[in-house]
């Protein structure tokens, strides 16, 4: 007969076995991702990236938006009169890229007939490859609408003028967002001056319809406001759109008619900035999993789509290649491969590719 004391080891030897066989059987569910630390590749005329401050993908390309305002004075050094160094000079705001990380194209800044915003924030290319960006400067009150290689095609909302949560014209600071190939609408995390998602028209820029936290009104006293930034949304291609309120450390799940369905808590104790700044979605045929980057926490984390279970992350504080300083968006290609960027002092891009999926 064992002794209590006997027993009490045998029983530990097998919680501790269990615990391993819970975390493999989690890690066994989650993808998995390795950094390409060779993308993109140096960029050419001397250029540096400042604040990324977003990416987007569209087959075999990849867009970053990024701020060259940000960059010190010694970044640019070869800009000033006289030059302070050989190297470098402010590339222009937007940059396309191919997956293998050769530069494609770059175009960007205030031109004939349209403005620019004055603190870039948010890229995305639509089904027809239209370049959509956005600004959260103090007056940032638009979105631009333009073709791949840079022509301007059309503005929501104006520059200089900022409208509340009420306001069917005019944005506040907006964040991210995402267009609906179906339907032609354009769904606007907006953002960092409201506490919204504002539908618009795509090809009109006509107002159709906004709601707040829990699809309520905006302010709705019934329900946890969403806090600023509402920095994210995305559209599943089952008709789900995924929003960050990144200071409540959720993501909250709705019907593209702005019927609540869900929410999904991460790393509820964050504080600062915030667990949820934006999500993409794996690229299976059921697009199992939801991808949330983190630039509080310096992570990517990986969880179920349909039930929000963390999976697991990867990722974390750092500046070598695979780690993070304010990973501020993410994007998915087609492969499933993963793309980063980062703002503050971070100032780059990441590629993590996809080596293998459950």
């Not at 493999?24 to 401050?53: C, I, R, T, Y």
């Not at 990973?327 to 891009?349: C, L």
Request: proline share 7%.
């Amino acid at each position: 007969m064992l002794r209590r004391g006997a027993l009490a080891g045998v029983g530990a030897v097998i919680l501790v076995a269990a615990i391993k066989l819970l975390a493999w059987a989690a890690a066994s569910d989650a993808p998995v991702f390795e950094v390409d630390p060779f993308w993109p590749k140096p960029l050419p005329n001397s250029w540096l990236m400042g604040q990324a401050a977003g990416v987007a993908t569209k087959g075999d390309h990849v867009w970053v938006v990024q701020r060259p305002k940000s960059l010190t004075e010694d970044e640019r050094g070869a800009t000033l009169t006289p030059p302070r160094s050989l190297c470098c000079k402010p590339a222009p705001p937007v940059l396309e890229f191919d997956t293998g990380g050769n530069f494609i194209r770059a175009w960007g800044g205030p031109g004939p007939g349209h403005p620019w915003p004055d603190n870039e924030h948010g890229i995305y290319v639509d089904d027809r490859d239209n370049v959509w960006v956005a600004g959260n400067g103090p007056k940032d009150g638009m979105l631009l609408k333009f073709t791949r290689d840079g022509k301007f095609l059309m503005k929501i909302g104006e520059p200089g003028i900022v409208g509340n949560d009420s306001d069917t014209a005019h944005l506040n600071r907006p964040a991210s967002m995402v267009v609906d190939p179906a339907t032609r609408e354009l769904f606007v995390a907006d953002g960092y001056g409201n506490h919204r998602v504002i539908v618009f028209d795509a090809e009109t820029g006509a107002y159709k319809r906004h709601w707040g936290a829990n699809g309520r009104p905006p302010g709705d006293p019934t329900v946890t406001p969403w806090k600023n930034p509402v920095h994210c949304v995305r559209l599943s291609r089952d008709g789900f759109l995924y929003v960050c309120d990144r200071q409540n450390n959720r993501i909250q799940v709705f019907r593209k008619d702005g019927t609540y369905v869900k929410e999904f808590i991460v790393a509820p104790e964050t504080r600062g900035g915030g667990s949820t700044w934006d999500v993409d979605l794996s690229q299976d045929a059921a697009q199992t999993h939801l991808y949330n980057a983190d630039g509080e926490n310096n992570h990517v984390w990986m969880l179920l789509r349909e039930s929000g279970r963390i999976l697991g992350t990867f990722g974390r504080n750092g500046r070598q290649a695979g780690q993070f300083h304010w990973v501020h968006n993410m994007a998915v290609d087609a492969a499933g491969n993963i793309y980063t960027t980062e703002v503050d002092t971070g100032k780059r891009a990441q590629k993590f590719v996809l080596k293998s999926r459950p």
